[in-house]
């Protein structure tokens, strides 16, 4: 039988809350992110729809696949601020990087040459999906006495630490942050790591919430956060920073 009823769709959720995104992929052709300036603008005014007022966007610095430098991350950000101005949307656009722990990181440490913070001495850093390199603690511990804020991306998305759960108590009783994929809330990266962001929620171990957005396919997934309830707990806790940023 035919309703005259249609049926509502869901409301978007208010991201407003956090405000500053500090982890994304929008600057065109660099890495595994947006492809070109068109994508980038969908993308900058789909998270302007989200609530977000500022953008620190994160290139990837992995130096066998990306080998992107901060001077080519600081010029690169420039057009899409242009672009972003002549469209007339209203949001802060910043560029940092995010860190793939290697090699080259390693001797960037050594060699004392100053990385590309998301604010102030914080510094995003990621290591492999597999396994965890064995120098690990011994890299953020050389980041602190270099006067950097190690920042873990997406804590949550090595599921192969979820038997092990005390690498994370020692890494947050080191001093790191931790930062929060929000579409690890959806079940996007699979039940593995929602179980896994769902303890670290728990835990209160998140200091910093991220989109980690690469494509308008992850900026639709996150129109299902509006039904988040480990979102929402996450909001009541008052463990982020983000408004520090």
Not at 51 to 60: A, D, N, S, V, W
Not at 134 to 160: D, G, K, S
Not at 216 to 245: F, I, V, W, Y
Request: with cysteine.
């Amino acid at each position: 039988m035919f309703s005259i009823f249609k049926k509502r769709s869901s409301l978007p959720p208010d991201l407003s809350w956090i405000g500053t995104d500090m982890h994304s992929h929008l600057i065109p052709g660099i890495d595994d992110g947006a492809p070109d300036i068109t994508v980038s603008m969908e993308m900058i005014r789909g998270m302007k729809e989200l609530g977000y007022r500022k953008l620190i966007t994160t290139p990837h610095i992995l130096w066998e696949v990306y080998p992107n430098t901060e001077e080519q991350i600081k010029a690169e950000i420039e057009p899409l601020r242009q672009a972003a101005a002549a469209e007339g949307i209203a949001v802060e656009l910043e560029a940092a990087a995010e860190y793939f722990i290697d090699d080259y990181f390693s001797r960037k440490l050594q060699s004392k040459a100053p990385l590309l913070p998301l604010s102030g001495n914080m510094v995003l850093v990621e290591y492999s999906m597999v396994t965890p390199p064995l120098e690990l603690q011994e890299v953020l511990f050389e980041m602190q006495v270099q006067n950097y804020q190690p920042v873990i991306a997406h804590p949550e998305r090595y599921t192969y630490l979820a038997r092990k759960k005390s690498f994370f108590d020692d890494l947050k009783n080191a001093g790191c942050y931790f930062q929060l994929n929000l579409l690890s809330l959806t079940g996007y990266y699979g039940d593995a790591v929602l179980h896994l962001a769902e303890y670290l929620v728990k835990q209160n171990y998140y200091d910093l919430a991220g989109s980690d957005l690469h494509s308008p396919r992850h900026l639709d997934a996150m129109q299902k956060l509006g039904s988040s309830s480990l979102l929402n707990r996450l909001k009541e806790s008052g463990t982020l920073k983000n408004h520090l940023l």
